[in-house]
């Protein structure tokens, strides 16, 4: 009876034992109180080094442009900032020019490389420009392409008003102003001719008698 009792302490050893060896795995495997979890984070990418810039202009701007208003016999036209006279073209076609190479050069365009303001009479609403066939920005005014006149080098003068029947003067109503029509020639009397003189009747003298 003894070593049957052995026997049976010593097969129930084995399952007691595994259940220990069991036991301490897992307890090993608990974390401790207050350590800290792993945890898996993700970096914050750092900041783009990327700025925007405002897009850049392909030309620089140039001076303002100033168009103001002469008075004068014509009544009020359009003249540029130095008092030269500006004038509309009745053959262009809407804001297109039509004037170029004999043309251009006796009548040349109003060119602008920057601002274009107006003063005086002149209405900034009507200001505008319109591109040239050789890249080259032309000012309009109430949808005229404006030009100056080749041979006229001082303020006021109006040399170019009518040329051709195109050319006008520019109101600041944006309308053309023409010429007064010509008055017919006024025709000169004739001669006066001095009346002719009749000379007096010839008189026979009287012949004297002789006496006794």
């Given at each position: 009876m003894p070593g049957r009792i052995s026997s049976r302490a010593a097969g129930f050893g084995g399952p007691l034992a595994a259940v220990a060896i069991l036991?301490?795995?897992?307890?090993?495997?608990?974390?401790?109180?207050?350590?800290?979890?792993?945890?898996?984070?993700?970096?914050?990418?750092?900041?783009?080094?990327?700025t925007t810039t405002a897009p850049a202009t392909t030309s620089a701007a140039g001076?303002?442009?100033?168009?103001?208003?002469?008075?004068?016999?014509?009544?009020?036209?359009?003249?540029?900032?130095?008092?030269?006279?500006?004038?509309?073209?009745?053959?262009?076609?809407?804001?297109?020019?039509?004037?170029?190479?004999?043309?251009?050069?006796?009548?040349?365009?109003?060119?602008?490389?920057?601002?274009?303001?107006?003063?005086?009479?002149?209405?900034?609403?009507?200001?505008?420009?319109?591109?040239?066939?050789?890249?080259?920005?032309?000012?309009?005014?109430?949808?005229?392409?404006?030009?100056?006149?080749?041979?006229?080098?001082?303020?006021?003068q109006v040399k170019g008003l009518g040329a051709q029947g195109v050319w006008f003067l520019v109101a600041p109503t944006g309308t053309m102003i023409k010429p007064p029509p010509m008055a017919p020639p006024r025709m000169a009397p004739p001669p006066m001719t001095r009346p002719r003189m009749t000379p007096p009747p010839m008189t026979r003298p009287m012949m004297g008698g002789g006496g006794g």
């Open positions: 036991a301490a795995a897992c307890g090993g495997s608990t974390a401790a109180p207050g350590a800290p979890g792993t945890s898996t984070t993700t970096a914050a990418p750092p900041p783009s080094s990327q001076p303002t442009m100033t168009l103001t208003t002469q008075t004068g016999g014509y009544g009020v036209w359009l003249t540029d900032q130095t008092g030269r006279t500006l004038y509309l073209r009745t053959s262009d076609t809407g804001t297109t020019s039509s004037c170029y190479g004999a043309c251009a050069t006796a009548f040349p365009p109003l060119l602008a490389t920057g601002p274009v303001a107006a003063s005086g009479a002149a209405v900034a609403g009507d200001v505008g420009t319109t591109a040239r066939t050789d890249g080259t920005t032309q000012v309009t005014y109430a949808g005229h392409p404006l030009y100056y006149f080749a041979t006229e080098t001082s303020p006021g």
